[in-house]
């Protein structure tokens, strides 16, 4: 086979590349009220009548129990540690769509309330992370918030 | 084969332009709750409550891409059997039945959602096409729908106003039903004045959009529905087929694959001839053309004489197969619920409970449902009273 036949035979293989847009628009219906008060600074959960559970991002029935879930519960400022780590991958901003690196560990909270959230530790050296510290709520100025989840900025650890 | 399966309970939400106030979660629950409340079925894990749950939905519309891995839980889908399809509703239907057939389950909660209004249809259906080649066309569904019916009714010289007869009477039937979006006191005059929207398709000959709703259906294996009922509807039969996704494979003037569906249905259910055999039908027609086109389809009247068949008055109400009582996706249905709504909209005029769109007597009834462009994809249930 000369070298000529073989260049026919192998194409050169392309790849388009596809950047496009999707505008969203999202109805928040019933999870308004979470929202607002995000924007108050304030979380707030709703609470299963059967099993008490409180759930964050609020849930229209428990998942559990499949009831209805109308009562909404104020969950405080402050929360306890369940889990954290520490992202050593790119990942999107949501509010940019953009990749980009976080200093801070993504963290799982018990609220004082009962629900659990998830959220961004201030402390950025994951050894001195511990399940169970204490955590408290920073928001970002009020002016900047929208009701959404990163209107909390980080929680930062309390001394006990 | 486990006899047969029975629609024990629909619902669905009023169809409106954007429901602007509600969560995609409340959608599904309000009529998820409903179709519990009419069976008095449960989650229950002792055998006695909902085996399965089964969404149909198209997660572009909601969102991200596996939306529904929230939004399962409203439906119950929680430490049970789930199962999910894409595309139109009327696949749920065809698809629960057969989990029922095959005696795995005796009850499956089937739920369709969809709120157009969250992002751009057109965009969406562009998404939808071929993403090397048709995208970069700039093909989506209408302009898809644009070439069919320039085909179709080229091919057969079907007329601008056998067209825009179908619009006036979805508008008509439309007006007697109270979950319908819209319904015009309009006229052919008014559709053909309406703006052009893709050669020969006017705005007024195409499905409204955005529209938002919701519908649910249960069902029931045939023992389980008598106890849960007395008034069950029964799946007699059911049929779908895909076609090539290439416009250029097709004859665009002639849908093979609903003539397939419509057959694999028939065949079931033991039927020859559905002009007579049904007292209605609830079809998928996105644009006026398609009402005519899949009425040939679906073997209510021979290739190209889907214009006569409209003209005839046999499709209106009062006449001998009323098509879309419920006044169709012309008067607004959101894609993918339509299919599974077409069905719920046959079980309620089988049960007599239709109100003012009651076609008197009803016994026998056919649902369509489709997607993809130009109809690639045909559905076909074929239910009983
Ligand atoms: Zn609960």
């Known amino acids: 086979m000369t070298a000529e036949q073989k260049k026919e035979e192998q194409p050169e293989f392309i790849q388009f590349r596809y950047p496009r847009e999707v505008p969203y628009e999202h109805a928040l219906g019933y999870q308004s009220k979470f929202a607002n008060a995000l924007k108050q600074g304030r ?5 299963c009548p059967v099993c008490g559970r409180c759930t964050i991002p609020p849930r229209i029935v ?11 519960v104020d969950q405080g400022q402050r929360g306890r540690l369940i889990s954290a780590f520490k992202i050593n991958f790119p990942m999107f901003n949501s509010r940019t769509g953009e990749l980009q690196n976080w200093e801070n560990p993504i963290i799982a909270v018990e609220l004082e309330g009962g629900a ?7 402390e950025t050296d994951p050894s001195k992370l511990k399940t169970g510290m204490l955590l408290e709520a920073v928001w970002r100025p009020e002016e ?9 900025l980080h929680w930062k650890p309390v001394e006990e | 084969m486990a006899g047969r399966v029975g629609v024990v309970a629909v619902a669905q939400t009023k169809f409106e332009e954007k429901k602007a106030t509600e969560h995609t979660a409340e959608l599904m629950y309000n009529v998820t709750r409903e179709v519990m409340g009419q069976t008095g079925l449960e989650f229950k894990e002792d055998g006695t409550g909902i085996d ?35 595309e139109d509703g009327s696949l749920a239907v065809y698809y629960g039945a057969m989990q029922i057939l095959s005696g795995h389950v005796d009850t499956v909660l089937l739920v369709s959602y969809n709120k157009e209004s969250s992002v751009g249809k057109n965009l969406i259906e562009w998404v939808g096409m071929d993403q090397i080649y048709q995208r970069r066309i700039g093909l989506d569904f209408v302009s898809a729908a644009g070439l069919q019916a320039m085909r179709y009714t080229t091919k057969y010289g079907i007329t601008p106003e056998q067209c825009a007869k179908v619009v006036v009477k979805s508008h008509r ?4 039903n109270p979950y319908a979006m819209c319904c015009d006191n309009i006229t052919v005059e008014d559709v053909l004045r309406s703006t052009m929207l893709c050669d020969p398709i006017r705005v007024q000959e195409a499905k409204p959009t955005p529209v938002d709703g919701a519908c649910a259906i249960i069902l029931a294996s045939e023992e389980k529905a008598r106890k849960i009922t007395d008034k069950p509807v029964w799946i007699t039969g059911f049929g779908s087929c895909y076609d090539h996704h290439e416009l250029g494979y097709r004859d665009l003037a002639d849908c093979e694959a609903l003539t397939t569906a419509a057959q694999r249905a028939y065949k079931m259910a033991g039927i020859t001839n559905p002009l007579k055999t049904f007292d209605l039908a609830e079809i998928s027609e996105q644009y006026a053309y398609q009402e005519l086109l899949w009425s040939e389809g679906l073997g209510f009247c ?8 409209i003209d005839s008055g046999k499709t209106q109400m009062g006449g001998d197969l009323p098509i879309n009582p419920s006044g169709g996706m012309l008067s607004g249905l959101p894609v993918c619920v339509a299919g599974m709504q077409r069905v719920a909209e046959c079980v309620v ?5 239709a109100g003012d769109r009651q076609v008197p007597g009803a016994k026998k009834a056919v649902a369509h449902g489709v997607d993809g462009p130009a109809g690639q994809l045909q559905c076909v249930i074929t239910l009983e009273n």
């Open chain 2, 302 to 309: 021979g290739k190209g004489e889907g214009g006569k068949l």
């Open chain 1, 43 to 47: 979380i707030i959960a709703t609470k």
């Open chain 2, 349 to 353: 005029q089988l049960r007599g409970e």
């Open chain 1, 116 to 122: 659990r959230m998830d959220g961004w530790c201030a």
């Open chain 2, 52 to 86: 399965a749950t089964l969404a149909a939905s198209y997660d572009l519309f909601s969102g991200p891409a596996g939306a529904y891995m929230f939004l399962g839980y409203v439906v119950g889908a929680y430490r049970r059997e789930d199962e999910r399809v894409l």
């Open chain 1, 144 to 152: 900047e918030r929208q009701g959404r989840a990163d209107d909390i």
């Open chain 1, 62 to 72: 428990c998942p559990f129990h499949h009831v209805k879930q109308t009562e909404w």
């Open chain 2, 173 to 176: 039937n439309a007006a007697n």
